[in-house]
């Protein structure tokens, strides 16, 4: 068990530190200051430091995290060897002549360079040559991987000895129709992942906005379906549904839907493993699809969750930082995470570079054109989803409960009117006017990396099972 001691001349903490069998850090400030304090929060590659006033209460609610794995060669050896739920990947794959990998692309800090060289090296050493092996970058609708990034993402030695490919959802015939769900989703999957005889995925489990959880399933829709499954993926018909959130998975439509289509792709063989605060390897789970995953999800759960006593009149909270802070699409993730602790008509505060600007065409011009988030939401709800819609949905379902404001230097001036809520010139003009609505005393909750904390207050029930 591990403590911390902060000294910010006279305030009183109350610290309460999470012991379980995993041997979890975790740390839950309270503390009523008696003077200005400094903090620091996850901003584009190197942080920043903000002063928060005196006179509130300040709940901290940091990225809880299991130990890093003191051998984590080791662990992903025993994991790929003595797999949850099925043969060993070595003897799944001999006699294959070809398999496709699905890797996250370069918004997911996923530990790729770590986790692909023993992968590939059993694949190789069972008889499958390596240029009938694929890498396939799970884009879904985001942007292609530069070349640079793909030797980010895989590592040198990888990209330059493997075929890695990007998947392109906007191109209709590289994919394969598999037929509809039960509810009727129809399902184009790459090509080039079910026309291999060895179907992998390769990522990390992490809570996910609208599908409980990352990793596994993902990685195949829609990380490497066309747009076409896509939209209906992210169609109000699910984005709506109140179990679509963070957190939940054994009652969320969105996950099962997933579970299906991964299926019907022939999902063979996952690797997944968790992050610690420092994002090296806390966990490894490979093997059967939807049990190792069910796995990963029990540890990753059970190290984050935080519970709080009520729900708090303010966050102060960010998108984590690069590379998940790249674009104002992927920040709304942190805005939707903090949603479900603050109480209605409350504020919540975003921080977060945008180096990369906005996101993509559609999604700029769908922020442009949108509206009120209330004239939005009334006019998508019953005509067919187009691309990223769904994450300016998720924001609305936010912005038309609680108030937003924002401070994402990266995104143009033409669209600060247009992001319902106030956007900042400086950090410092952000605090003083999410402090100024407040009335002395009130509960403020300050997070600093954003959607990797997954917390709940008694208003805000969250099903995690």
């Not at 902060?6 to 839950?28: E, M, P």
């Not at 025993?78 to 990947?89: E, M, N, R």
């Not at 963070?246 to 063989?269: K, Q, T, V, W, Y």
Request: proline residues 6%.
């Amino acid at each position: 068990m591990n403590t911390n001691k902060k000294k910010q001349g006279s305030c009183f903490l109350a610290l309460s530190v999470f012991i379980g069998v995993h041997r979890w850090l975790s740390l839950c400030l309270v503390l009523q200051y008696h003077g200005v304090m400094d903090t620091r929060l996850a901003f584009g590659r190197t942080g920043i430091a903000v002063k928060l006033p005196d006179g509130f209460r300040y709940r901290f609610l940091e990225a809880r995290s299991a130990e890093p794995l003191p051998n984590w060669q080791d662990a992903l050896e025993s994991a790929l060897d003595a797999p949850i739920g099925t043969v060993s990947l070595g003897e799944m794959a001999s006699g294959k002549r070809s398999a496709a990998i699905s890797i996250c692309d370069i918004t997911r800090p996923a530990p790729n360079r770590k986790t692909l060289p023993p992968l590939l090296g059993r694949l190789v050493k069972a008889g499958i040559p390596r240029e009938n092996i694929t890498i396939l970058i799970a884009t879904g609708l985001h942007r292609p991987a530069t070349t640079a990034e793909i030797r980010e993402i895989c590592g040198e030695e990888i990209a330059a000895a493997y075929r890695v490919v990007n998947h392109d959802a906007r191109d209709l015939a590289s994919h394969r129709s598999l037929g509809s769900t039960s509810s009727g989703t129809p399902v184009y999957i790459d090509e080039r992942f079910v026309a291999a005889d060895l179907h992998i995925t390769l990522g990390f489990i992490e809570p996910h906005l609208m599908l409980g959880f990352s990793g596994a399933r993902k990685l195949i829709a829609p990380g490497l379906a066309a747009q076409e499954t896509i939209k209906v993926l992210h169609s109000p018909k699910f984005m709506r549904d109140p179990r679509a959130v963070e957190g939940s998975i054994e009652d969320n439509p969105l996950h099962h839907e997933l579970l299906e289509i991964s299926r019907m792709a022939r999902h063979d063989f996952m690797l997944d493993v968790a992050l610690a605060r420092d994002r090296s390897i806390a966990g490894v789970f490979a093997g059967h699809p939807e049990r190792a995953h069910r796995r990963g999800v029990e540890f990753v759960s059970e190290a984050l969750l935080q519970t709080l006593d009520e729900p708090v009149d303010a966050v102060i909270t960010t998108a984590a930082g690069y590379p998940l802070d790249l674009t104002f699409y992927q920040a709304i993730k942190g805005v939707t995470a903090a949603s479900h602790i603050v109480k209605p008509g409350g504020h919540i505060l975003l921080m977060a570079a945008c180096e990369e600007g906005v996101g993509a065409p559609e999604f700029r011009r769908m922020v442009l054109e949108a509206g009120t988030d209330a004239e939005f939401l009334r006019r998508i709800e019953n005509i067919p989803a187009t691309i990223d819609q769904w994450q300016l949905e998720k924001l609305a379902l936010t912005t038309t409960r609680q108030r937003v404001s924002w401070y994402v230097p990266g995104v143009p001036a033409e669209y600060h009117g247009k992001l319902w809520g106030r956007s900042h010139p400086t950090p410092e003009s952000a605090v003083a006017e999410l402090m100024g609505g407040l009335a002395k005393g009130a509960l403020v909750a300050v997070i600093p990396d954003g959607p990797y904390v997954l917390a709940k207050a008694p208003a805000f029930e969250m099903s995690i099972r």
